[in-house]
């Protein structure tokens, strides 16, 4: 069990299984001291009721968990614990919590205290409403001031907090049934987490508006509560549906479109180790490289030496991607690069060009960084680079391209990153972000029209933090937040997500998708100490090497009525192939009657294995 832990995952570690809880028509899943999953009636309400402390970099804390009591009968539970939070220079936090439920809803009371002072930039609630189903839908807020407003929910993503100053949020559950969620202690307020592709709306404890981070003050006493109240207005209950069938059943859609091209990252720092991996590099096939160009950072002509001779050597297209540092004027900087360019041989297909500065998130409430107007820099570009497409967007993520709107009259494509870590590294947070990227897309079609759309690199370790000063060391592999290493890249894991990204994203045409580098943390070839041989290839090679032959080909979509199982259809060479993943922790059975399968596969329905991708050939 161990190895086979190791091979899905990248580390023998666990995630511990969470404790189901009910009372009445309501379930809970707790862990580690926190509400996942809150359904009523089998239908999801609430993705989570949290107790959240982040640091000054906006790294979550683990709290130790001691003296857990929890007593339930299936009318109600009861939960009481303590967490303790170890700050930096010997600081401290520890929050006394009980949880109450009943059929009606969930108490959840939080006492925190630090006995000489602790620093953080968030210490509080975080309730998060799914997307799915909500999104767009009416809700009702009432304010701190008394106040109540019918509004919605956002449909496409909001840049900025769609509702502020909350004392609680009402919305429909199920026809008959609304949730309350009322808010006590502090100020709360939402923001859109579609924008970080977390498949949620956060609302959150502490306007972002005041200054962080801020201090605890040694003996002062924060308490906070958090009530989910249920309203059943039903008089008649629906009846209990029949079990039937267990497999999951695909049924082919309408909608098709082409494959994106794959591309894969490179930086000054891995060119030389992927020079020296041309052969795999080619057995892999990916239609861009996409180089990285950071002149602060001391990149130069050297580097771009190196880039040409990967470029040289592979037949795909190439794009430089430049972070500009604006020390000087746009033209000076665009100028000097360009000079490096032709003194190097680098002949890029594209230039991919954003100001260093915008890698940096800028929140509400937070001063703009000073930067050259992006007209200025887009025409700087064209000038220093005559003849290549010039692209915009963002290197770090669609936050940052969503309050940033680009010029896009300018640019020739568009492109952004995505990462899944920002917020939460467990397994299932990681997984709902898939969710998120349909919404993700679709909004920025709708800012940016038809304009060539590439989405990457976009990674489960993150390469840049925009919202701290670093991102997190991970030495000992484990599941971290805005970590710069994650043991879930190198298995079975990031193998089965890189696929259902890729089946997430088809609808928007995209011109381009980077899932990985081929060296590297971030990258296609094992290391020491991986499931993966060291110098062989790790799982998610796979799948890159398998979009990478996929390319240029039609796609057709297939639904699924499950989150757990995606699927598409792709013309191959040999005829038309459906494509199924499980992105669960256990085997699923899978229904495919609704297809007309190729004589040689004549199995309609069928078992695939955790975090593994499978395909039937049709008629």
């Known amino acids: 069990?161990?190895?086979?832990?190791?091979?899905?995952?990248?580390?023998?570690?666990?995630?511990?299984?969470?404790?189901?809880?009910?009372?009445?028509?309501?379930?809970?899943?707790?862990?580690?001291?926190?509400?996942?999953?809150?359904?009523?009636?089998?239908?999801?309400?609430?993705?989570?009721?949290?107790?959240?402390?982040?640091?000054?970099?906006?790294?979550?804390?683990?709290?130790?968990?001691?003296?857990?009591?929890?007593?339930?009968?299936?009318?109600?539970?009861?939960?009481?614990?303590?967490?303790?939070?170890?700050?930096?220079a010997g600081t401290d936090l520890v929050i006394d919590v009980r949880i109450a439920g009943t059929s009606s809803g969930v108490d959840f009371n939080a006492v925190a205290t630090s006995r000489n002072g602790f620093e953080t930039n968030r210490c509080g609630f975080c309730i998060l409403h799914p997307i799915v189903g909500?999104?767009?839908?009416?809700?009702?807020?009432?304010?701190?001031?008394?106040?109540?407003?019918?509004?919605?929910?956002?449909?496409?993503?909001?840049?900025?907090?769609?509702?502020?100053?909350?004392?609680?949020?009402?919305?429909?559950?199920?026809?008959?049934?609304?949730?309350e969620c009322r808010m006590e202690?502090?100020?709360?307020?939402?923001?859109?987490?579609?924008?970080?592709?977390?498949?949620?709306?956060?609302?959150?404890?502490?306007?972002?508006?005041?200054?962080?981070?801020?201090?605890?003050?040694?003996?002062?006493?924060?308490?906070q509560k958090i009530s989910l109240i249920m309203n059943d207005r039903r008089t008649v209950l629906p009846g209990v549906a029949r079990r039937g069938s267990n497999a999951i059943k695909l049924e082919p859609g309408a909608r098709s479109g082409t494959m994106p091209r794959i591309g894969l990252i490179i930086t000054p720092e891995e060119a030389e180790a992927t020079l020296r991996s041309k052969?795999?590099?080619?057995?892999?096939?990916?239609?861009?490289?996409?180089?990285?160009?950071?002149?602060?950072?001391?990149?130069?002509?050297?580097?771009?030496?190196?880039?040409?001779?990967?470029?040289?050597?592979?037949?795909?297209?190439?794009?430089?991607?430049?972070?500009?540092?604006?020390?000087?004027?746009?033209?000076?900087?665009?100028?000097?690069?360009?000079?490096?360019?032709?003194?190097?041989?680098?002949?890029?297909?594209?230039?991919?060009?954003?100001?260093?500065?915008?890698?940096?998130?800028?929140?509400?409430?937070?001063?703009?960084?000073?930067?050259?107007?992006?007209?200025?820099?887009y025409a700087a570009a064209h000038a220093a680079f005559p003849g290549i497409q010039i692209g915009g967007g963002m290197l770090s993520y669609f936050t940052e391209l969503n309050r940033k709107r680009v010029p896009a009259s300018q640019l020739c494509f568009i492109s952004h990153c995505?990462?899944?870590?920002?917020?939460?590294?467990?397994?299932?947070?990681?997984?709902?972000?898939?969710?998120?990227?349909?919404?993700?897309?679709?909004?920025?079609?709708?800012?940016?029209?038809?304009?060539?759309?590439?989405?990457g690199p976009s990674t489960i370790p993150m390469r840049q933090n925009p919202y701290g000063s670093r991102t997190m060391e991970n030495p000992s592999g484990r599941r971290i937040a805005m970590a710069n290493r994650d043991p879930r890249h190198n298995g079975q894991f990031a193998e089965a997500?890189?696929?259902?990204?890729?089946?997430?994203?088809?609808d928007a045409n995209l011109d381009s998708l980077a899932l990985s580098a081929l060296t590297g943390n971030f990258g296609l070839i094992a290391e020491q100490g991986e499931p993966a041989a060291e110098g062989t290839l790790r799982p998610l090679a796979n799948t890159v090497k398998l979009l990478s032959g996929l390319a240029g080909s039609i796609w057709r979509e297939c639904h699924s009525p499950v989150s757990k199982i995606l699927a598409f259809v792709a013309q191959t060479t040999e005829g038309p192939v459906l494509f199924v993943v499980n992105l669960a922790r256990e085997a699923s059975v899978v229904d495919l009657s609704s297809f007309e399968l190729a004589r040689d596969n004549p199995e309609s329905v069928f078992s695939i294995s955790p975090f593994a991708i499978a395909s039937h050939a049709l008629a």
């Open 1 to 88: 069990m161990t190895t086979d832990v190791f091979k899905l995952y990248g580390t023998s570690e666990v995630e511990a299984e969470p404790n189901l809880l009910r009372a009445g028509k309501l379930e809970v899943d707790l862990a580690n001291g926190n509400l996942r999953n809150i359904r009523y009636d089998g239908v999801e309400v609430l993705r989570a009721i949290s107790y959240i402390v982040r640091d000054r970099d906006w790294g979550t804390y683990s709290p130790h968990i001691s003296d857990l009591t929890i007593d339930e009968d299936g009318s109600r539970f009861d939960i009481f614990y303590r967490a303790e939070v170890a700050g930096p």
């Open 134 to 179: 909500v999104a767009g839908a009416s809700a009702v807020v009432e304010h701190v001031d008394g106040t109540v407003v019918s509004t919605q929910f956002p449909d496409l993503i909001d840049p900025w907090q769609p509702f502020k100053e909350m004392r609680a949020i009402t919305h429909t559950a199920m026809q008959g049934v609304t949730a």
């Open 185 to 223: 202690g502090d100020t709360f307020e939402m923001e859109d987490q579609r924008n970080w592709s977390d498949a949620s709306y956060k609302t959150y404890v502490r306007p972002l508006a005041l200054p962080w981070p801020y201090q605890i003050a040694s003996g002062e006493i924060v308490c």
């Open 279 to 377: 052969a795999i590099l080619a057995e892999i096939g990916p239609q861009d490289l996409v180089f990285h160009f950071d002149p602060e950072v001391g990149h130069d002509e050297p580097a771009l030496r190196n880039f040409a001779k990967i470029a040289n050597a592979h037949p795909g297209r190439s794009t430089l991607e430049i972070a500009l540092a604006c020390q000087r004027s746009p033209s000076t900087e665009t100028a000097e690069i360009a000079r490096q360019i032709d003194a190097s041989g680098f002949a890029p297909d594209a230039i991919m060009i954003s100001p260093s500065v915008d890698r940096q998130s800028t929140p509400p409430g937070s001063k703009w960084p000073e930067c050259p107007a992006l007209e200025e820099v």
């Open 418 to 455: 995505t990462n899944p870590i920002v917020h939460a590294a467990d397994d299932l947070s990681v997984l709902q972000t898939l969710e998120a990227l349909p919404f993700i897309t679709r909004s920025v079609r709708a800012i940016y029209g038809d304009l060539p759309y590439r989405i």
């Open 497 to 506: 997500f890189a696929f259902g990204y890729a089946a997430r994203i088809l």
